[in-house]
């Protein structure tokens, strides 16, 4: 009887489990998207030590792939990938002393760093709202990305009065060539019968990998990308 207990418990709990799932399995889908996206992007770099840094202006664009599975309830569930060209970086900001005291903003002196990267994202696609008309979404998932160019913009700065981190940086050129981190964020899709899907998104993306060597003899520990994203979509549907 000992022996039986456990299995009888882990029977129920197995049932409690898997009826309420089988309840809940929801209007299975088979709804495939194709389309095109493109927007803007808004980009810092994460550095230890810090830099002061100016938000870098980017653009961002290439073709979007969905497909929606099934809805459960009032949540209609999918995947989306991309395929991206995206423009990332940074941009330092040189400060003097103002009339006040306050630092200001030095506009004599410009560092720039753009790096173009192929991006591709895995997202979750949720989304509440009528099939057809106004629906509202988030996104969530990795996303991975490979650095196909560089470029490196230098005006009005002093080379020989450069800090020791802005030695670490001028000129050097970027090491790790594959980047990797966590991309979300949310939107609204209006979904039409005949004209396709027009979306508009807002995203975030966090690097978990670091585009200079951060090993204990390096000068940084931390240098990873740090994205904020606005774009447009287009989708229209292959299969209903």
């Known amino acids: 009887m000992i022996r039986i207990k456990p299995f009888l418990i882990a029977t129920l709990l197995l049932t409690g489990i898997t009826l309420p799932a089988i309840a809940q399995i929801g209007e299975v889908r088979s709804n495939l998207s194709v389309g095109i ?14 830099i002061k840094q100016n938000s870098l202006m980017g653009i961002t664009g290439g073709l979007t792939a969905r497909y929606i599975s099934e809805k459960y ?3 209609i569930c999918g995947a989306q990938v991309e395929l ?9 900001l040189f400060e003097i002393p103002g009339e006040n005291g306050e630092p200001v903003k030095d506009p004599s002196q410009i560092y720039t760093r753009k790096m173009t990267y192929i991006d591709i994202p895995f997202l979750a696609h949720l989304a509440f709202g009528r099939d057809r008309g106004l629906q509202f979404f988030i996104h969530a ?6 650095l196909i160019g560089e470029s490196e913009k230098i005006e009005g700065v002093d080379m020989n009065k450069l800090s020791n981190t802005q030695k670490a940086l001028y000129g050097v050129k970027i090491q790790n060539k594959f980047d990797y981190g966590i991309a979300g964020g949310g939107g609204v899709e209006l979904r039409t019968k005949k004209a396709g899907s027009f979306i508009v998104e807002g995203r975030y993306y966090f690097a978990l990998s670091d585009f200079y060597s951060t090993t204990k003899k390096d000068y940084f520990a931390r240098a990873a990308h740090g994205t904020i994203t606005i774009k447009l979509t287009y989708l229209f549907d292959l299969k209903k």
């Open 141 to 146: 998932g990795p996303q991975i990305g490979f």
């Open 84 to 92: 991206n060209v995206s423009q990332r970086g940074w941009d330092q």
């Open 37 to 50: 996206n493109g927007g803007v992007n808004l980009n810092s770099a994460s550095f230890t030590p810090t």
């Open 73 to 75: 309830f009032a949540m």
